[in-house]
């Protein structure tokens, strides 16, 4: 409404001079009610950080929270901008002269430390001119310089206060001013007030009819001094063309609010004593778990227990604004924001976005830079491990290639290597899903090696097969022996007893048993007529030469030196004399029943004895 009903034009140049960076900063903001302006010098030389800027951001964001004429308030705005740069002091100590005007369209306040100046014009008149807070304007207040001296003397940077001020900070708050239409408001920083005169400031606004025109002429009046060097220079020109009008006060309207407030309040004594009280305790509840919050974030921090960390930060903020403490406030803000970015960084690790996790890293561990609860170390830590991650991430993917193209081996030499990997640093996920991929790789070599061996053992069985259809028995029971033993070796039990059966089958067939029928009819004439291949495969014939069913054969036998030492020459005189069997049967059948020569045997018990032979296979 103010705003509207007024009309406030402002115009700003703002330049480095003869240096590379700008380190002079103006900014302002005019909301409905309530205008705001402030103009800073940086005085450090820090390189990353702008202490100018910083400052001027600090209090009109606590100018926008709540708009305000109070001194109190607009010194409150000084000292927390103030103690902002002290503890982003880091590497160098941040300084920043600076000067706020704050009006209502209709009046102004305006604070200042350091020597950034305000002038006022009126009417073409100079009206108002800030204090500098340096030594030249020391000298000048105790009358030991002149007032036209103090811009060019030596001690004008000399300043005894400004923010930043490492011990007492006592910024100037002027008391509340009146504006009139047609004022002109000219904020400037050392660089252009140290070149420009006042009188050469009233020529040019003499000239200008807006604020633009005004900044414009004053840059060109600078430059056209040729100085061997220029500095930073920023002038901010408010023409304030209109102010807002307020209605006139009706005094005794006032008097009477005032005398029903004081009224309730003597009847409301009471009550509001106890509220007081009741507020107070809450705001001392609330230190309270500001306080433990934050050595709870702390610790947890240093602990490198970010998510925990980030819920206490959290936590503490919400203590810091029930307190309306901004200092705080912003610290316990940057911390969080640390907090949520390693926090941010695990999760897109974990779901395998590597660039993304490094990046979050990355941007924690510079802002985490010299924030104390904050060790370096542990965030760099991340960024490797990120690294390592993806590494093995990788070789999974390989073997991934290698099983799907059959390289079975080569695919389970590369699941061990990333094993081997995730247990150097840890990584029990990856541990976990290599060894479910080895798993599967060792699989598919395991079936491939199962199938390989049952082919070979089928081969071999059908190998002994072949060897049974030519009564090749000693070949079969090779065959099918090495095939029981591959069966075996890949557990296909059933085979091993089918081989068995087989190889059981041949040795029944290489073995056959004699019936015992037969060998009760050949027990009488074994001792006289079995011949000498019966006699040498059958272990039982000696047994018949000792029983004492023979008695005859027994000292013959016993006389005889050897029984087959002496059944060659027997047979050799045997087959000589032509004395064979009736039969027709080969001489090397009956030679050892001749060489029996036993007298008791008769001839008909060779004849059958010898029939009964034949038919051995």
Same mark, same amino acid.
Do not use: F, H
């Given at each position: 409404m103010r705003k509207e009903n007024s009309d406030f034009k402002t115009a700003f140049v703002s330049e480095a001079g003869s240096f590379l960076d700008n380190r002079d900063y103006f900014a302002f903001v005019e909301l409905d009610d309530m205008a705001c302006y402030v103009i800073a010098d940086g005085l450090d030389t820090d390189r990353e950080l702008l202490s100018a800027e910083m400052a001027v951001k600090v209090i009109l964001e606590n100018f926008m929270e709540k708009p305000s004429l109070s001194r109190k308030k607009i010194k409150n705005d000084l000292e927390t901008a103030h103690e902002w740069l002290k503890f982003e002091s880091q590497r160098v100590r941040l300084k920043a002269s600076l000067l706020v005007v704050v009006t209502n369209y209709t009046n102004m306040v305006w604070a200042s430390c350091g020597n950034a100046r305000l002038y006022q014009f009126r009417h073409g008149r100079l009206n108002l001119k800030s204090k500098d807070q340096s030594l030249a304007q020391l000298l000048v207040d105790s009358g030991k310089l002149a007032e036209s001296r103090l811009s060019t003397h030596e001690e004008r940077g000399n300043l005894l206060n400004y923010l930043g001020k490492p011990d007492r900070f006592d910024p100037y708050i002027s008391?509340?001013?009146?504006?009139?239409?047609?004022?002109?408001?000219?904020?400037?920083?050392?660089?252009?007030?140290?070149?420009?005169?006042?009188?050469?400031?009233?020529?040019?606004?003499?000239?200008?009819?807006?604020?633009?025109?005004?900044?414009?002429?004053?840059?060109?009046?600078?430059?056209?001094?040729?100085?061997?060097?220029?500095?930073?220079?920023?002038?901010? +020109?408010?023409?304030?063309?209109k102010i807002f009008n307020e209605k006139p006060k009706n005094r005794k309207k006032w008097i009477k609010r005032i005398a029903i407030m004081l009224i309730s309040m003597l009847l409301m004594g009471g009550g509001a004593w106890y509220m007081y009280a009741k507020q107070a305790e809450r705001l001392v509840q609330a230190a309270q778990q500001m306080k433990e919050s934050i050595e709870y974030g702390d610790g947890y921090a240093a602990a490198g227990d970010y998510p925990k960390a980030l819920k206490a930060y959290s936590e503490a903020k919400n203590a810091a604004s029930k307190l309306k403490d901004k200092y705080h406030f912003q610290l316990l803000q940057k911390k969080q924001r640390v907090a949520q970015t390693v926090t941010d960084g695990d999760g897109y690790?974990?779901?395998?976005?590597?660039?993304? +996790?490094?990046?979050?890293?990355? !941007?924690?561990?510079?802002?985490?830079?010299?924030?104390?609860?904050?060790?370096?170390?542990?965030?760099?830590? !991340?960024?490797?491990?990120?690294?390592?991650?993806?590494?093995? +991430?990788?070789?999974?993917?390989?073997?991934?290639?290698?099983?799907?193209?059959?390289?079975? =081996?080569?695919?389970? !030499?590369? =699941?061990?290597?990333?094993?081997?990997?995730a247990i150097e640093i840890a990584y029990e996920n990856g541990q976990k899903q290599a060894d479910e991929k080895i798993e599967t790789a060792q699989g598919?070599?395991?079936?491939? $090696?199962?199938?390989?061996? $049952?082919?070979?053992?089928?081969?071999?069985?059908? !190998?002994?097969?072949?060897?049974?259809? $030519?009564?090749?028995?000693?070949?079969?029971?090779?065959?099918?022996?090495?095939?029981?033993e591959t069966y075996q070796e890949i557990n296909k039990l059933e085979r091993v007893l089918a081989m068995e059966r087989k190889i059981s089958k041949v040795n029944d067939l290489l073995h056959p048993a004699v019936p015992s029928g037969g060998e009760a009819e050949a027990l009488p004439g074994s001792l006289d007529t079995d011949t000498p291949e019966t006699s040498a495969s059958r272990p039982a014939a000696p047994q018949t030469a000792s029983r004492p069913a023979a008695p005859a054969a027994a000292p013959q036998t016993a006389t005889s030196p050897a029984a087959p030492t002496t059944a060659t020459p027997a047979s050799s005189k045997a087959s000589e004399s032509g004395k064979t069997s009736a039969s027709g049967a080969s001489s090397s059948a009956e030679a050892p029943n001749a060489a029996s020569s036993s007298p008791a045997t008769p001839a008909s018990g060779a004849d059958k004895t010898h029939a009964e032979g034949g038919t051995t296979p």
């Open positions: 008391p509340k001013t009146p504006l009139a239409d047609g004022d002109v408001l000219l904020l400037c920083t050392a660089g252009m007030w140290d070149q420009i005169e006042i009188p050469e400031i009233q020529d040019a606004l003499a000239d200008s009819s807006e604020p633009e025109v005004l900044t414009d002429t004053l840059e060109e009046l600078l430059l056209s001094k040729q100085a061997q060097t220029v500095n930073n220079y920023t002038a901010a +020109a408010v023409y304030v063309n690790l974990k779901d395998g976005s590597y660039d993304m +996790a490094r990046d979050s890293y990355t !941007k924690a561990l510079k802002e985490a830079e010299n924030l104390k609860p904050y060790k370096a170390e542990d965030i760099q830590k !991340k960024i490797d491990q990120s690294q390592a991650i993806e590494q093995i +991430a990788a070789m999974i993917k390989q073997g991934d290639g290698l099983l799907q193209a059959q390289d079975y =081996y080569g695919a389970l !030499k590369t =699941y061990q290597k990333a094993r081997s990997a598919k070599i395991d079936s491939l $090696t199962t199938q390989t061996k $049952t082919l070979q053992a089928d081969n071999l069985e059908k !190998k002994g097969d072949r060897s049974m259809a $030519t009564m090749d028995y000693s070949a079969a029971i090779d065959a099918y022996t090495l095939a029981q």
